[in-house]
């Protein structure tokens, strides 16, 4: 008689599945995506699509010929890494280092540690990470948000806002910042079409709010501290006492300016999230979130850098085993 071996109970199905939840992140990522196209026209189509493109190519050789097994590109998983790639890159980046960026986000950040659930850091991210500091120039030459007519190389380009308070003490309104009318990376640029995609994700319960509110609170209360201080220092040491002047000598840590530029909200909502690069705990998600945020107004703030959300992320990648070691989620039926 054969044996069966049944594992403890409960045994509920939650309904989801890898496929599902990829594209559920896909469609939160289209008002972005439309919001890009307005305001970078064909530039941004030609580095999605490519970006794409490759992912999907580079994943499928290397599990066809490599690793000798089915290609499993259609759940979705290579796709939403080429869109996020893509979104973290200016629309005027010639084809052929975004064609080596989903080489290295695939073939280095995801397939060399054994595929989707091993890798350890986000993919798109190392993609990204790994073109800033090979082609600094490219990378942050940023075409001007809605400068029509909109061209592809040949593209009008300016500062971004965290590039413009960071070495020049000044930044663009909060209002185009908020819609989009900055310069940036393809997916940063609108604080508004990535919130409209948190809700999405949230009300499908695709993800939780813990690490974005984690993240965007600490980064918040962080920034209004270093704005506060700064201000009080400005008082205390010139006697200034005109509120706006004040505000204006510590402009450089203005909340809601770090809270709608740079990458902030794109990488909060959607890349700090990867299911496999996150902690598994709710406890362990704010901590998690807090780092992050920690990370990135330092990098900001006191770096060399005017933007430091990826390297945060990364950086908190490699703490989540030890953060999942330590903060465990709480057993079916524990107290």
């Known amino acids: 008689m054969e044996k069966i071996i049944i594992s403890p109970s409960p045994h509920i199905h939650s309904g989801d599945t890898i496929s599902k939840n990829m ?20 530039g941004a189509l030609i580095v999605t699509f490519v970006s794409v493109v490759s992912c999907v190519l580079f994943e499928y050789l290397i599990q066809k010929f490599l690793f000798k097994k089915e290609p499993t590109v259609y759940d979705g998983s290579a796709i939403l890494t080429g869109v996020l790639l893509a979104f973290n890159l200016p629309s005027n980046l ?13 073939g280095i950040g995801k397939m060399s540690f054994g595929g989707l659930g091993n890798n350890i850091f986000n993919p798109a991210l190392v993609g990204r990470v ?9 990378m942050t030459t940023w075409p001007v948000a809605g400068s029509f007519p909109m061209t592809y190389l040949d593209a009008q380009t300016g500062a971004t806002t965290l590039s413009l308070i960071h070495f020049s003490n000044d930044y663009a309104t909060l209002g185009n910042s908020a819609i989009g009318l900055t310069g940036g ?20 319960k695709i993800i939780t709010w813990h690490i974005p509110v984690s993240i965007l609170g600490t980064v918040a209360v ?24 004040l505000m204006d000598s510590a402009r450089v840590y203005n909340p809601l300016v770090h809270l709608t530029s740079g990458g902030l909200m794109l ?11 996150s902690p598994m705990s709710k406890k362990g998600m704010v901590v ?27 950086i908190m990648n490699a703490f989540t085993p030890l953060i999942n070691t330590y903060i465990k989620p709480k057993h079916f039926g524990g107290k």
């Not at 010639?94 to 695939?106: K, S």
């Not at 909502?269 to 990867?274: G, K, L, Q, R």
């Not at 330092?298 to 060399?304: D, H, L, Q, S, T």
């Open 23 to 42: 594209y559920g992140v896909l469609i939160a990522l289209i008002p972005a995506f439309l919001v890009s196209l307005y305001c970078f026209g064909p």
């Open 94 to 106: 010639p084809v052929w280092i975004i064609i080596l960026g989903a080489l290295v986000a695939i």
């Open 130 to 138: 790994f073109l800033l500091i090979s082609f600094p120039a490219q």
């Open 185 to 204: 990376s393809l997916g940063e640029i609108s604080e508004i079409a990535l919130l409209l995609g948190l809700v999405f994700m949230l009300f499908r």
């Open 222 to 245: 962080f920034t209004g501290l270093l704005f506060a201080g700064t201000m009080l220092h400005t008082y205390y040491t010139s006697g200034i006492t005109d509120m706006q002047t």
């Open 267 to 277: 990488g909060a909502v959607f890349m700090a999230t990867d299911y496999v690069t």
């Open 288 to 314: 998690y979130g807090i780092g992050i945020a920690i990370i990135t107004v330092v990098i900001r703030a006191f770096g060399a850098y005017p933007e430091g959300m990826s390297f945060a992320i990364l």
